[in-house]
């Protein structure tokens, strides 16, 4: 299986409730590394653009608020098969659909304040890691 990179966020709802630490230990022990980490609060337009291909969506004016709406938690995320795997340790997108034992199904509380996100494809890894990190800020170990 391929060594991957993905990006994950820590989202306001994340942030607020003290569960950094706790979203943290769910993806190292589901055996992925943290390879990079910053602190930061998204203006509306800087996660307008990040979320630029939902744009169409009905949710994105209400998604938009909220990830400006508190500080949030950017991670790069490497292991193997990465990309699926974060997306499999967070679940669903809505809690109420989201696996016993995932960081969504324990956490998450609704379907827009879902505590997290991962990277869906290689390409959006490749662009969502690019948004937050330089290559000198990532330390693979
Ligand atoms: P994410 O991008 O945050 O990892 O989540 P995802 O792939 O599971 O879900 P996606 O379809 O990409 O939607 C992005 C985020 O938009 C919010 N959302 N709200 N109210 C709604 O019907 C609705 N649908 C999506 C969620 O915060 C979701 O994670
Ligand atoms: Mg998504």
Do not use: W
């Amino acid at each position: 299986m391929p060594v991957e990179r993905t990006l994950s966020l820590i989202k306001p709802d994340g942030v607020a409730r003290n569960l950094i630490g706790e979203v943290l230990s769910f993806f190292e022990k589901g055996g992925l590394k943290v390879v990079a980490m910053k602190m930061l609060h998204l203006t509306k337009a800087q996660a307008e653009e990040f979320y630029i291909v939902h744009k169409e969506r009905p949710f994105y004016e209400e998604l938009t608020e909220y990830m400006a709406s508190g500080p949030i938690v950017a991670l790069v995320l490497e292991g193997e098969n990465a990309i699926a795997r974060c997306r499999e340790i967070m679940g669903a997108t809505d809690p109420a659909e989201a696996a016993e034992g995932t960081i969504r199904k324990t956490f998450a509380l609704s379907k827009g304040e879902n505590t997290v996100h991962g990277s869906d494809s290689p390409e959006s890894a490749a662009r969502e890691i690019a948004f937050f990190f330089s290559e000198l800020e990532i330390c693979s170990h």
